[in-house]
């Protein structure tokens, strides 16, 4: 059992430059979320989705997309990457959709440094 | 706004009993989670409580008041494998999880 995946495990991109950053999950999770870490701060929502199909804005959502076709995966795209987006990005999901207080369970996470 | 607040930086020995604290002022509460974080590595689940009072697991308790807006991580017996990052997270009215900071705490032997 994998639980949750990201690709890549490192990057260093080009400003301006478009860059999907991949999470699979396993569990058959509904929700999954996209956060990204940067110290001194706390963890940080970019996007979320409840249920496939859906998805929604977290605190931090410029600059960022997403999508949700299926229930495995959530895709976080960069359209131009700028420097303040340098970060580790981590990707987790939680078993209910909605109002939940399931527990969320995490990515290895995306360390991603945009020059 | 909202907040979490815990301390930056704790450090302790091999062995002894450590209390790292959180206090929250959110729009809304629907529980309170701690997670561990080694270096370089994701976060994993502690504990997560809804109602005032202790809940213990192993060495690790975690306290919650609400009418104060602060919860508190015990852990016992401490390990080196305990040496790691702390973070305290609130679920607040839109079931969305408001982070700290994190607490790095450091084991000496």
């Known amino acids: 059992i994998a639980g949750i995946t990201q690709a890549p495990t490192s990057q260093i991109l080009a400003a301006g430059r478009r860059m999907t950053l991949r999470c699979t999950q396993d569990?058959?999770?509904?929700?999954m979320y996209w956060y990204r870490q940067d110290l001194g701060l706390g963890l940080r929502l970019i996007h979320y989705s409840n249920t496939a199909g859906t998805t929604g804005k977290g605190e931090v959502p410029d600059g960022y997309s997403v999508s949700r076709a299926n229930t495995d995966d959530f895709p976080l795209t960069l359209a131009s990457a700028v420097p303040s987006q340098t970060s580790v990005y981590f990707c987790?999901?939680?078993?209910?959709?909605?109002?939940?207080?399931?527990?969320?369970?995490f990515g290895p996470g995306t360390r991603l440094t945009v020059l | 706004g909202q907040n979490i607040d815990q301390p930056t930086e704790m450090t302790a020995t091999e062995g002894a009993i450590v209390q790292i604290n959180c206090t929250y002022q959110?729009?809304?509460?629907?529980?309170l989670f701690w997670y561990q974080q080694h270096a370089g590595e994701a976060p994993t689940f502690l504990s997560y409580?809804?109602l005032d009072g202790l809940e213990e697991k192993g060495r690790f308790s975690s306290f919650l008041s609400r009418s104060k807006g602060y919860s508190y991580l015990l852990l016992k017996e401490l390990q080196m494998k305990d040496s790691a990052s702390y973070l305290c997270?609130?679920?607040?009215?839109?079931?969305?999880?408001?982070w700290g900071a994190g607490t790095k705490l450091i084991i000496k032997p």
């Open positions: 959110t729009s809304g509460f629907n529980g």
């Open positions: 987790a999901s939680s078993e209910g959709s909605g109002a939940s207080t399931d527990t969320q369970y």
């Open positions: 409580n809804v």
């Open positions: 569990m058959r999770h509904n929700a």
């Open positions: 997270a609130v679920l607040d009215s839109n079931y969305q999880l408001i």
